[in-house]
């Protein structure tokens, strides 16, 4: 068993918090209204969120703690079975794609030194 960061696995942490960091910078790049703290598991920070960014972030926290994989898998964009359904698979590469290219521009390569590494 690897280890736990407050009931979570490490990779579980991890992906939770990148789905959930580059939700974040999606939504209010693209200012949404009425974004909340949303909390997250594990202890990490709550991030800010509108209502439907909120449900995606929830459905994607919801696949990856339901994850079948869990034992093999280094992380979720090097999955082979892509549990998400089609219109969320949409959406969670368009905001990877769009928040990973404005991270570049804003000079957050910290963030994704995280999620490729
Ligand atoms: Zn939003």
């Not at 991890?14 to 910078?25: C, G, L, S």
Request: aromatic share 10%; charged share 20%.
């Amino acid at each position: 068993m690897m280890g736990t960061m407050n009931g979570l696995t490490r990779h579980q942490y991890k992906d939770i918090k990148i789905i959930a960091r580059f939700t974040q910078v999606w939504c209010a790049g693209h200012q949404h209204s009425s974004r909340q703290p949303y909390p997250l598991p594990g202890g990490l920070h709550p991030v800010e969120l509108c209502e439907e960014c909120s449900r995606f972030v929830a459905y994607a926290i919801a696949r990856r703690l339901h994850c079948p994989l869990e034992a093999e898998k280094p992380s979720c964009k090097n999955c082979r079975i892509h549990c998400y359904a089609p219109a969320q698979r949409e959406l969670v590469k368009r905001i990877m794609a769009w928040s990973g290219r404005r991270m570049i521009l804003r000079g957050r390569l910290d963030y994704l030194w995280h999620y490729l590494f």
